[in-house]
C-alpha cells in the first residue's frame, strides 16, 4: 500500500497541500459536543453530522473495521479576487461556494482509495458528507486547531481550506499530538460577526448565523435581513477579519479561475427557471433542492443594495409581489419597503 509520502505527492497534483493520519476510534468529546449543543438548541433546524452524533463521531460506523482516517485539507484562497461587477444589484457568494472545490479534493482521495483497494483494503472517501465530523478528525490527524470562530485553522496556513476523509482498514501510524492553538488573544473574528453568532470561543449559533439562515429553508428572520446585505450564498467575515488566515493563508493559495461564480446577477436569477439556477448552482447545498430559497435570498439582496431608482428592479419586485409561492412574496413585499426607505433622501 501507499506510503504517506507517496499520499501526499499523489493528492497534490489535485491542489491538496495538507495530509494527516487519525486513528478511527471515536470521536468521544465531539460526540459530547453535538449532543450539548443539539440540546441547548444551538444547531437551530441544521441536521448534517448533528442528525446522527453516534454515527458522524465514529469512522467504523462507515467502514467496517476501519483504522486510520487519512485526512486531506485544500486551499480555495485564490491568488487574486474577481473584480465586482460594475453594474446592476449583484449578490455575493462566499469564498468556498465560488465553484465545487469539493470535486477535486475528492478526486485526489479517491486515487489514493483506488490504490489502498488494490493492496487488499475497503477505502471510502467522504467530503462534505454527515458521516464524519470533518474538523473533529483532522484536529486529531494533527492537521490545525480549532479557532474562536470554530474553523479548523492550519498552522502557517489559516482557515480557507475545504477538508475530506478517507477511512479505511489500512493500518497507518497515527498523529499522536495535536496542533497548539494559535488564537492567542484574538477575538477579531467574534467582534465582527455580522450577526453576533460567536456566542462564546468556538461555540456558534446556528440561529444567528448568515451562512446558515441563508441555507436553512423558510422565512429569514426581519432582525436578520439587513445584515445579509449583498450575500445570497456563504458568509465570509469571521475569515476575512481573522489574521491568519488572510495573512498567511496567501501562502497557500489556488490560481484564480476566470469561471468562477463569486457574483449572482441577482435580476438574472430571478428571471430564471430551476433548471437554469440548478445548472450553475446545483453543487451548493439547495435545501430539497429548491430554488426558491436562492429566490428569497435575491429578494432580500435587491432590497438591501438594488437601485431604488431601476425601473427594472422596481418591475421585478412587484412581480415576486404577486408571486403564489408566500415566502416569495413576503420577501418582496419587504424589498420594495427597503427600497423605498433606502429611495428616501437624507436629512442635511
Known sequence: MPTLDEIRQTVAEFDITHVGVAAADVLADTRSTL???????????????????????????????????????????????????????HARVGRYAWSDHYAPLRAGL???????????????????????????????????????NANLLLP????????????TTADYEHQHTTANDGCGSCTRCIADCPTAAIVAPGVIDAAK?????????????????????????GCDDCQDVCPISIR?????????????????DALALLDADD?????????WYIAGREMRWLRRNALVVIGNVGDPADTHV???????????????????????????????PTAP
Open 35 to 89: 449532543i450539548s449543543r443539539k440540546a441547548a438548541g444551538l444547531n437551530d433546524t441544521m441536521e448534517f453530522t448533528y442528525r446522527n452524533p453516534e454515527r458522524s463521531t465514529d469512522p467504523a460506523r462507515a467502514v467496517e473495521g476501519a483504522r486510520s482516517v487519512i485526512v486531506a485539507a485544500r486551499p480555495y484562497l485564490t491568488d487574486t479576487d474577481p473584480e465586482p461587477p460594475n453594474s446592476g444589484p
Open 110 to 148: 479517491r486515487v489514493v482509495a483506488k490504490q489502498l483497494k488494490a493492496a487488499g483494503h475497503r477505502a471510502v472517501v467522504f467530503a462534505d458528507d454527515n458521516s464524519i465530523v470533518d474538523r473533529a478528525i483532522a484536529h486529531r490527524a494533527g492537521l490545525g486547531w480549532f479557532g474562536k
Open 209 to 233: 448565523c448568515l451562512s446558515w439562515i441563508m441555507q436553512k429553508p423558510g422565512t429569514i428572520p426581519l432582525e436578520f435581513r439587513e445584515a445579509m446585505h449583498d450575500r445570497i450564498y
Open 314 to 344: 422596481r418591475s421585478m419586485v412587484e412581480r415576486y409581489r404577486a408571486d403564489p409561492d408566500p415566502i416569495l412574496a413576503e420577501h418582496a413585499t419587504w424589498a420594495a419597503r427597503r427600497l423605498d426607505q433606502r429611495h428616501l
Open 156 to 167: 502557517g496556513a489559516g482557515s480557507f481550506f475545504v477538508l475530506g476523509s478517507l477511512i
Open 248 to 264: 498567511l493563508g496567501k501562502r497557500n493559495t489556488i490560481a484564480l479561475d476566470p469561471t468562477v461564480q463569486a457574483w449572482v
Open 275 to 283: 433548471d437554469w439556477i440548478a445548472d450553475r448552482y446545483g453543487y
